[in-house]
């Protein structure tokens, strides 16, 4: 029971020092990278292009593991609520990972510039 409970104190540690950290943020604005990257110098640019891509695969990896999920699921049942929810999670996870590439680049042409 002690092994259990520092393990779940371990994980919430790692958690919150994993979110404390400025992450992959894929709601923020053009206009907002670019006021960002204008303050920033080319190795916090560089850092920030990291943690977007650990992002991007992340999400890549989840959204793969859906696609074999939706595989599993026998044709007759493509239409039903099972699969549905997964092609919800599919679209989600595509529709997340356009946005951290599209933040990323912006980060990118910033570092460009610079």
Do not use: H, R, W
């Not at 400025?22 to 204008?38: C, F, L, M, R, W």
């Amino acid at each position: 029971m002690k092994k259990l409970l520092l393990l779940a104190c371990v994980i919430g540690a790692a958690i919150v020092f994993y979110g404390c950290g400025k992450g992959a943020d894929e709601n923020k604005t053009p206009a907002q990278i670019q006021s960002e990257v204008a303050k920033m110098d080319a190795n916090e640019i560089n850092a920030v292009v990291a943690k977007y891509q650990k992002a991007i695969e992340a999400k890549t990896a989840e959204l793969k593991t859906e696609t074999e999920k939706l595989a599993t699921i026998p044709l007759t049942e493509q239409f039903g609520d099972e699969a549905k929810k997964v092609k919800e999670n599919m679209s989600g996870l595509s529709e997340s990972i356009n946005k951290l590439t599209a933040n990323m680049q912006a980060y990118a042409d910033g570092l460009k510039q610079k």
